[in-house]
């Protein structure tokens, strides 16, 4: 198996295991808040996503693209910076409940984005047919 096979399987294993975390962080704050200082619902999320990025970082000298001189990967790049802020504030900042459920729907659609711009390597993805 090649370097890029392994790296490509931890990276999309980390995305799914990025989504589901904030899938079950969303759920207990909005039903069950106490779950949320939990230890390994606190630092689980902390190895999931430097794993992520450190695969990512691997990958790019494999692929041979790289953010700001690839649109796709800087579109990727900066749409993932706003995913972060977004997501961060729905589970630490917003207070009322209609706020941060439509903050988790929109930490949602920005995802989807990223991982439509992964698939397709193209930012307006959704024109490709």
């Known amino acids: ?25 969303s759920y207990f704050l909005l039903l069950s808040p106490g779950m949320l200082v939990r230890w390994w619902v606190k630092y689980t999320p902390h190895f999931v996503e430097t794993t992520l990025l450190i695969s990512a970082l691997a990958l790019l000298p494999l692929i041979g693209q790289y953010p700001f001189y690839d649109d796709w990967l800087t579109a990727k ?3 993932m910076l706003c995913y972060i802020a977004v997501a961060g504030y729905t589970l630490h900042g917003a207070k009322k409940m209609i706020t941060k459920f439509s903050l988790i729907m929109l930490s949602l659609i920005i995802f989807s984005y990223i991982i439509g711009v992964a698939i397709y390597h193209n930012p307006f993805f959704w024109t490709v047919r």
Do not use: E, Q
């Open 1 to 25: 198996m090649s370097d890029y096979t392994i790296l490509k399987f931890v990276h999309v294993s980390c995305v799914v295991l990025s989504l589901t975390g904030f899938l079950l962080r």
């Open 77 to 79: 790049l900066l749409v």
